[in-house]
């Protein structure tokens, strides 16, 4: 079958693999029909190829991604302000949300006959692009900035890609690297294939939580690349009649406050997003200054009655201590922000105590040492009994 993609905006099409990006500057998607959809009857969900049906590739690439657990986290309630359910996106096969996008990046460019698929990224995206390319004998090209940490270096180069650490600005990397002429394909963070693959986690959080849909999908937010595929199965299963226009939930997209330019436009009323200047913030994989696919996202919280808001740093290491002590799940500061921002929109009475709201923890923390001072102490092993009572019955 042959697939179009589409402007959000304008409206223009263009076969799928011809361009990413619309002439009016606006990003693409990949258009789908999925009038025929269907619940499963079970309502468990295996793998996000329980989907193919409405993705644009047909033959599954490298570990399945997707069927990641969806649990209710009532000791997080109170602080979150809201009945919290947690979407643990840490569990694919790489660690990350990434991996739905490059799992389908993958299987078209294998189906295109192409030998070679990049991306550029911080991290995860990197690190998922080369496992699913090693997985299908493909060459894989990586562009990171040339200030990565070598320990996430060394992630990613475990796959065996060719790794270019790059001087410069990123979102102009972003940008000459869908422009470039080349057989590579590259699967960037809100290029249309990525987020075909990635609004997966939509059809999951529906089909896990039927009959009843959330009222409310809280998730971290930097290229806009995976609030646009949030938004788009939203569109997909609104117009398939797989849910009514009274169910669809509200998104609450969430930043860093140190660069925060989709808050920023949402605060301000703006009718798009504009670069800021970023500050230093531990949330590095959604440090994004200029987001390619923030006008979208931005877009896509009003079509859906949600917001947008921002928190510091102070705020994400206690949602990431809370999230680890309270629910059991270690997560990176990005993933962390939506369970601070949820927190920060409950204080302000945007989301009430009764609201079902799930939180997509983005990626595990078990990647990274953090270097946060450990709490241990050292006994002799004759002292045992005595040294744990000496916790245990205090």
């Known amino acids: 079958m042959e697939h179009t993609v589409s402007c959000y905006d304008c409206g223009a099409t263009a076969p799928l693999g011809a361009r990413k990006r619309c002439p009016c500057g606006e990003p693409l998607w990949v258009d789908i029909d999925a009038s025929g959809f269907e619940w499963a009857e079970t309502g468990s969900v295996d793998d996000m190829w329980r989907y193919t049906e409405v993705l644009p590739v047909t033959e599954p690439v490298g570990v399945p991604p997707g069927g990641t657990p969806l649990s209710r986290a009532e000791r997080l309630d109170e602080y979150a302000g809201c009945t919290l359910f947690l979407k643990h996106e840490g569990q694919n096969p790489t660690g990350s949300f990434k991996d739905r996008g490059s799992a389908v990046g993958t299987a078209a460019t294998v189906e295109t006959g192409r030998k070679w698929i990049g991306t550029v990224s911080h991290g995860n995206m990197a690190l998922s692009t080369s496992a699913y390319a090693a997985s299908a004998g493909l060459e894989c090209a990586v562009f990171v900035p040339a200030d990565t940490p070598p320990a996430r270096l060394e992630l990613i180069a475990r796959h065996d890609p060719h790794i270019f650490g790059v001087k410069g600005d990123y979102g102009r990397l972003y940008a000459d690297t869908l422009s470039l002429e080349t057989e590579a394909n590259f699967v960037n963070s809100d290029t249309p294939l990525r987020v075909a693959g990635q609004k997966t986690i939509v059809y999951e959080i529906l089909e896990q939580l039927a009959p009843t849909a959330p009222d409310a999908i809280a998730l971290p937010v930097s290229s806009g690349g995976q609030a646009s595929a949030v938004w788009k199965a939203i569109n997909e299963l609104r117009r398939a009649g797989a849910i009514d226009d009274d169910e669809v939930p509200r998104l609450y997209l969430c930043q860093a406050a140190a660069c925060d330019p989709i808050a920023t436009a949402y605060r301000n009323d703006e009718p798009e997003v504009t670069p800021v200047t970023a500050g230093e913030t531990i949330a590095v994989s959604i440090a994004n200054a200029d987001p390619p ?19 510091p740093d102070e705020a994400i ?41 799930v939180a997509i923890l983005t990626g595990s923390g078990y990647k990274e040492l953090s270097g946060a001072d450990i709490r241990s102490r050292t006994i002799d092993l004759a002292d045992l009994e005595r040294e744990l009572a000496s916790v245990v019955d205090a």
């Open 293 to 311: 696919s923030g006008t979208r996202a931005l877009t896509a919280v009003r079509d859906t009655e949600g917001a947008v808001v921002s928190v």
């Open 317 to 357: 290491r206690d949602a990431m201590d809370r999230i680890a002590t309270r629910a059991g799940v270690s997560v990176e500061p990005s993933s962390a922000v939506a369970v601070a921002g949820l927190r920060k929109l409950s204080q302000t009475d945007v989301i009430e105590p009764s609201d079902r709201v």
